[in-house]
């Protein structure tokens, strides 16, 4: 089992799962290994991760992929999702008849651009404030806020003046973006139901985090606003620093955050690393490469792992210097289970 995690945020998603497999065979015994990634790529702008069983997970992974191309919105997948996955998953446990105990947990990124982003004027105050705290009293700080994002608030605050009114919770401030959607669906079968199945979806709004956990459920996750702010809007990043950088400051931030949750819920059968995968409107969906390091409160850094890209295939790394390779969702989706009739799960 695993932690899978998604965030949405003004202009990014960030999707977060450890790397861990467990194998339960079916005298009882269970083994795992930690070096499996749980994402993949829909296309450029759409991604999924996959928690729980994985004959499940990756038969409808793959039926999923099938109806898509390299231009298909998240309006398609919506669509795929509302109408075609219930017949999908309806099949697969009449096809398996050992697998009715089967449960998956899929969550899906990507930008809607059919619709703008909306976020609300408190919540995003909110969220740009804890940066300028976070800094301490009597400090000068410079904010980085995106153009975009400061240029919607700034509208806003110049219409409310006129109107003679204060932004505040309930105040929808919108903004020239593509809007950010996050959708988590719980599958797992329903004899009792004429359908065969009970699929929960759960989608979140820019600023929620949403998880599927080792307890096998679909959780909304209260995302600090700290550290909603050191990624939105940072203190020590300009607006000319290399993309790349920012989205490697970004992923520690999320890969700290992802060990929390683990380590303040128990969460059994969490391993591995956790590997954050950054999605933003322009089509940028992928992780950032090198290795990754937590700075200290002293001043120091800390290796926290990484990733990099060998011949084309996904790499970890297990000391700064060591590349270890990964085995991935992309190639497993054949792979449910092994001879000796162990399942496998995320």
């Given amino acids: 089992m695993t932690l899978v995690l998604g965030t949405c945020l003004a202009k990014r998603i ?3 799962s450890d790397s861990r497999l467990t194998t339960r065979r079916e005298d009882g015994t269970e083994s795992y290994v930690d070096d499996f990634a749980k994402w993949t790529n829909l296309n450029s702008k759409l991604i999924v991760i996959a928690s729980g069983n994985a004959r ?3 038969t409808l992974i793959g039926q ?3 109806q898509l191309n390299s231009k298909s919105t998240f309006s398609d997948l919506d669509d795929i999702l509302d109408n075609q996955l219930p017949v999908m998953a309806k099949a697969y446990y009449a096809r398996y008849g050992d697998g009715l105990a089967d449960t998956a947990g899929l969550i899906f990124g990507g930008f809607d651009s059919t619709k703008k982003l909306q976020v609300d004027a408190a919540r995003l105050g909110d969220v740009m404030s804890k940066t300028v705290i976070a ?4 400090n000068q700080v410079q904010l980085y806020a995106d153009p975009d994002v400061l240029k919607a608030l700034t509208d806003t605050m110049e219409k409310a003046k006129k109107m003679g009114a204060q932004p505040g919770r309930g105040w929808m401030i919108t903004v020239d973006t593509p809007k950010p959607v996050i959708k988590a669906i719980d599958i797992k079968a329903d004899p009792s139901d004429s359908s065969g199945v009970d699929i929960e979806t759960t989608e979140i709004s820019c600023y929620e985090s949403i998880s599927f956990h080792p307890n096998y459920k679909t959780e909304r996750i209260l995302t600090p606003d700290e550290v909603l702010s050191q990624v939105d809007f940072p203190i020590d990043s300009a607006s000319g620093e290399d993309g790349m950088k920012v989205l490697g400051k970004e992923s520690e931030v999320m890969i700290n955050f992802s060990n929390k949750i683990a380590a303040e819920r128990g969460y059994p059968s969490v391993g591995g690393n956790f ?3 950054a999605i933003t409107p322009l089509g940028f ?3 950032v490469t090198g290795p990754l390091y937590r700075r200290l409160s002293d001043g120091s850094s800390e290796f926290v792992g990484g990733y990099d890209v060998v011949d084309g295939k996904l790499n970890y790394y297990e000391t700064p210097d060591k590349l270890v ?4 969702l ?3 989706l054949e792979e449910y289970s092994d001879a000796s009739g162990s399942a496998a799960s995320f």
């Fill in 285 to 287: 969906s992928g992780l």
């Fill in 325 to 328: 390779p990964y085995r991935h």
């Fill in 64 to 66: 999923i992929i099938g």
């Fill in 14 to 16: 960030y999707m977060v």
């Fill in 56 to 58: 499940l997970a990756c």
């Fill in 135 to 138: 800094a301490g009293e009597g």
């Fill in 275 to 277: 590997v954050p995968i």
């Fill in 330 to 332: 992309i190639d497993y």
